[in-house]
């Protein structure tokens, strides 16, 4: 019998648990569930997992629920990676996770080597099938055309059907804190040869609108730093690399007033929360001491009039109301989680949609050629949401291809080989996950 361990039982678990419950009796598997809470899967037991309630900050008891497999599945929050990563490279055990690389896990690449073991990273949604179904095409456009231009966006969303009024036109689909911390790191892309620098100011100012065939238009912002994936992605001679986040239209302008008001500062703390209320909560960082109507504060401060979408996206939240917040401590990003999370969580009749397009141009002929690939999929249920589909089902893909000994890999990589990702996204076609293609 073979063990795997999955550390995190949140919401892009879920689909990537039950994927290998199924396979558990053909491949004699045994899955150990490890959280803080696992409540779900004690209520709602599948076939050969077995929860386990753990302290990730208990390093001994992390550790013996390691010995006994052949691999480690984190679905636990980026920051908690190299912690992770770190006692799998000591112990030798095979290591796989949806988050982005960090220069230093990076690091690590001996470690595992030596231990004749592998740490797959980036093997989600995004980062994860953006990479592979990108590379399926820069491989086939790499080999026969002079590639010039890749734009890779990628959006969780709502479906339409599932909107009532809601300005935003958005709720949380997956992580909260990331959602709210989204941009905080600043943006760094490739546009025509010159390397483009965006601060946290500026990420949701610079907004390009992408139409996606059947779907409609969206906004997208630059996401984290693209430079990178030039080695990555063997796009060195290149113009123009792009990697960025689709939101509905109007989500921006919005969001970036919650960025000028300070209350994504995730560094500062919030003083007397419990009975602060979300109008003083509002005030507290540009406008700290001014007692003027906050709707003219803001519509002075900002240019902005006190009946424009970004002035309604806050009402709707509730900002400037005298409600009283009641948390205690936290920073400002937490506190407006916290406000979020009342009225972005999602609700029983609603689903979640997943969009994602590249676009590509390319030299055909001595001629400039453009190709469109994109998908959607929309969620089933608040269980297996489209998120949780398209976060695990890779995963799960992956670790039956490792079951199989289809996988030789020692050291840390990114899911870029074909021989990784032409199975996968073979069978995510059988989910639903299917790209289209338009050439003009």
Known sequence: MKNILILGAG??????????????????LKIKVAALDVSYFFSNPLNNVLPIELDINNLDQLKRNMMDVSLV????????????????????????????????????????????????MEMGLDPGIDHMSAMKIIHKLGRD??????????????????????????????????????????????ENKKKVKLSYDEIFNKINLIEIPQLGVFEGYANR???????????????????????????????????????????????????????????SKVFKNKKEDIYELISSKFNIKKNSLEVQCLDWLELF????????????????????????????????????????????????????????????N???????????????IFIKLFLMNKINLKGIHLPVKEEIYNPILKELKTFGINFKEVNY
């Open 11 to 28: 919401k892009s678990s879920t689909v990537l648990i039950k994927y290998l419950s199924n396979l558990s009796e053909k491949f004699n």
């Open 73 to 120: 599945v984190s679905m636990l929050p980026n920051f908690m990676h190299f912690k992770i990563a770190k006692i799998c490279s000591n112990i030798g055990k095979n290591l796989i996770t949806a988050s982005y690389l960090t220069s230093e896990i990076k690091k690590l690449h001996n470690n595992f080597l030596k231990k004749n073991a592998f740490l797959v």
């Open 145 to 190: 055309y002079n590639l010039k231009s890749f734009e890779s966006y990628t959006g969780g969303l709502l479906t339409p059907n599932s909107k009532s009024y809601n300005p935003w036109n958005y709720k949380f689909t997956w992580n909260s804190k990331n959602v709210v911390l989204a941009g905080s790191q600043g943006a760094i892309y490739l």
């Open 225 to 283: 730093d693209s430079i990178k994936y030039l080695d990555i992605y063997n796009l060195k001679n290149i113009d123009t690399l792009f990697r960025g986040t689709l939101r509905n239209r109007g989500f921006s302008s919005a969001w970036n007033l919650l960025v000028k008001l300070g209350l994504t500062d995730d560094k500062t703390s919030v003083n007397k929360s419990l009975n602060m209320t979300y109008n003083n909560f509002l005030r």
């Open 321 to 380: 109301s005298n409600k009283l917040i009641k948390i205690k401590n936290g920073t400002y990003a937490d506190v407006l989680e916290h406000i979020l999370s009342k009225k972005w969580n999602m609700k029983k009749n609603e689903t979640d949609r997943v969009v994602m397009v590249h676009r590509f141009k390319y030299f055909k002929n001595k001629k400039l050629r453009n190709l469109v690939s994109y998908f959607h999929i929309d969620g089933k």
């Open 382 to 396: 608040q269980i297996e949401t489209a998120m949780a589909q398209t976060v695990g089902l890779p995963i799960g």
